[in-house]
């Protein structure tokens, strides 16, 4: 099996002295950013697999998931690799990897092709298919056909759904497919794994799901972000959890995460309508808490510089907290320009009040009680006697329309650059506020608000400020994670400051 393997995939293998002393310490930071494949047995595991550790000749390391399983693996039932963080944005050297991923992960080659995923991104199949074997050393078939198992083998292990639904809710044409699908892969049906968990089919009012993360990770410093820019009614946050209501396909619903010191995991409730809506909607959780992230590469990056050396090894494990939705973010970005958070905040709770729909569920956490109103119904909305200034008000509408006709994504298939321009034609709309979106919405890495006042002012000398050009010009070495920079710059900022 070995030569069979070695011939197939030489070129996806990653150098094993290169992971050795991560793969021999069972290091969760690299939890994601290699598989191992053992060649005695023939299944590959997560680098913190509980079972003893092969030998190094006994093994090869892979950039995927997906690499490892189109070399001919099958994934560990013991470790999961189901449950790893999974590949890291910055796995790809463009854009177009990271996208292609982010796009995979919410389920775009479910229903469309990679000639459509491709022309997504600017670029032709051909370049799309180097691209992806180049950096994770599998196909985008290979990956998003993992993606599917693996969400689909999660659902089966933590949860009773009745396995018809884990099929759809997996992005599964046909039951017949996800059973042939596990079985090949697996040896085992579905309802043969189903049967090893002990679990008895049931519809449920509510999932609960483990997502895992690497660490380091400052999760007190997210919630603590996410707490002090709530919505109320829309979102509650505590010291150890978030929870918020949402629409996805006109149907409504909420999730509760809570955080823990226990693992390197986030524990979450879902209440969907649907169940083919939970690919979209853990895929927004992880975005939302940065889960995707390896923090310690970065970290590890920015401890070479001068400025943000110091703050990094202060406030080791920051990630760049995202969003349910693009235009919830840019309504509220545009009601807090001129004003404080806080007052922005009662603000877009007074839309959210008006215009939103209420929220009625058995076991909502208490504080949930709207959904946030979709483009669609704040484009001729009266937003008058809200305390909005009437320039706000009109770019809130110009803004609900441009996004309600389809002209303006506001999501991670939009390269930052011409969303950037695309938006700051509405009047109303700048630079920093576009910047701002394209972090939390747009999941780019590398957004940067760099006409921010707190940003020019902590990049600077005691006492003094950097002009916009001249934060661009110093922000050059942070590329490509100046959105980081950002997180790690207003948190040191704050420090001094209080």
Known sequence: ??????????????????????????????????????????????????????????VQLYRSAAAAAAAGFRPCLRCRPESSPGTPAWSGSSWKVSR?????DRGFLDNDS??????????????????????LGASPVEVAQTRRLHFAKKLIDETSMPLAEVSFAAGFGSVRRFNAVFINTYGRSPRQLRDKQGRQARRQASLQLTLSYRPPFDWRAMLAFLA?????????????????????????????????????????????PQSHQLTHIVDRIRSIFDLRADSAFIDENFSKDKLLGAVVKANPGLRVPGCWSGFEVAVRAILGQQVSVKAASTLVARVAARHGSSYHADDKPEGLDYVFPEAEQLVNADLNKLGIVGSRIAAIQALAGEVASGDLLMDCSVDSADFVARI???????????????????????????????LRRAAAAPGQTLTPKQLLVRAEAW????????????????????
């Open 228 to 272: 002090y820019r709530a919505i109320p009614g829309v979102e509650v946050v505590t010291d150890s959890s978030y929870a918020r209501t949402f629409s996805i396909d006109g149907e409504q619903g909420h999730f509760e995460v809570r955080f823990g010191e226990q693992s390197h995991a986030l524990q979450v409730q879902i209440v969907a």
């Open 424 to 454: 700051c034609e509405i009047k109303g709309i700048g630079e920093w506020t576009a910047q701002y979106i394209a972090m939390r919405a747009l999941d780019d890495p590398n957004a940067f608000p760099h006409s921010d006042l707190i």
């Open 479 to 498: 590329q490509p994670w100046r959105a980081y920079a950002v997180i790690l710059l207003w948190r040191h900022y704050a420090s001094l400051n209080n």
């Open 100 to 104: 292609a991923l982010q796009l995979i």
């Open 114 to 135: 990679v000639e459509v995923l491709a022309g997504q991104l600017g670029i032709g199949p051909r370049q799309l298919a180097r691209l992806f074997q180049s950096h």
């Open 1 to 58: 099996m070995s030569a069979t393997i070695s011939a197939q995939a030489e070129h996806n293998l990653l150098n094993p002295d290169d992971y050795e002393a991560a793969r021999q310490s069972r290091d969760a930071r690299f939890d994601g950013r290699f598989f191992v494949g053992v060649l005695t047995t023939g299944i590959y595991c997560r680098p913190v697999c509980p079972v003893r550790i092969p030998r190094k000749e006994n």
